[in-house]
């Protein structure tokens, strides 16, 4: 059996369309206004109603942020590398792959794109090479992820790629004073094998 590569590695991956590789400090400004816009602030659960969405940023915050970003190279057990827009160079969000769970082959998977990477494909690009990674690459048995049940768009997404609905965590997220459920979803290696990120093409081709 071939031997996974480690976490400590850090790919570059390409795609038609976008690229991910490591964070460079190139990228810290780019990452701050995807994080600080009010729209993905929601989606992602960081913030409870549209006040908090709105409050401008304190130094303190952006000192953590650079750190964070400038020390994600040096992780030995999860994987957070930038989406890059290949006709810009410009970074547009970032997939991350943790909660690594060397004995059961499994980890959880995220991802992020701000505005300049929406409605563009880049999303479903990102997840695939990613995805792949970590199945062909890192030898996973098994990614997980969940998402809010306000946010049919990622779930899309994900559901092109192969991951499955397996479950519901209720009114996980309170927004607005709305309760919001968490779906969980996730992918195995031998569905990967299978579609390689293309469930609905094999679909076709069975019937």
């Known amino acids: 059996m071939p031997q996974p590569v480690s976490f400590a590695s850090k790919p570059h991956l390409t795609g038609p369309t976008v690229s991910l590789r490591p964070f460079t400090v190139a990228d810290v400004d780019a990452m701050r206004a995807v994080l600080r816009d009010p729209h993905v602030r929601r989606l992602t659960g960081s913030v409870h109603d549209e006040t908090a969405a709105l409050e401008a940023e304190d130094s303190f915050e952006l000192d953590r942020l650079r750190q964070w970003y400038l020390t994600r190279v040096d992780q030995p057990d999860r994987l957070d590398l930038a989406i890059i827009d290949a006709a810009t160079g410009e970074c547009v969000g970032e997939v991350v792959l943790n909660q690594w769970d060397p004995g059961n082959q499994s980890c959880n998977f995220?991802?992020?794109?701000?505005?300049a990477g929406q409605d563009r494909g880049f999303g479903t690009e990102a997840t695939r090479l990613i995805v792949?990674?970590?199945?062909?690459?890192l030898l996973l048995h098994r990614i997980s992820l969940e998402v809010y049940a306000f946010n049919p768009?990622?779930?899309h997404v994900y559901e092109k790629v192969g991951f499955r609905a397996e479950g519901t965590r209720r009114d996980a997220f309170r927004y607005e004073g709305t309760w919001i459920d968490a779906i969980l979803m996730s992918i195995l290696a031998p569905e990967w094998a299978t579609h390689r990120g293309h469930p609905n093409s094999c679909r076709h081709t069975e019937h």
């Open 153 to 155: 768009r990622a779930r």
């Open 110 to 115: 995220r991802i992020l794109l701000g505005p």
């Open 132 to 137: 792949g990674y970590g199945f062909e690459s």
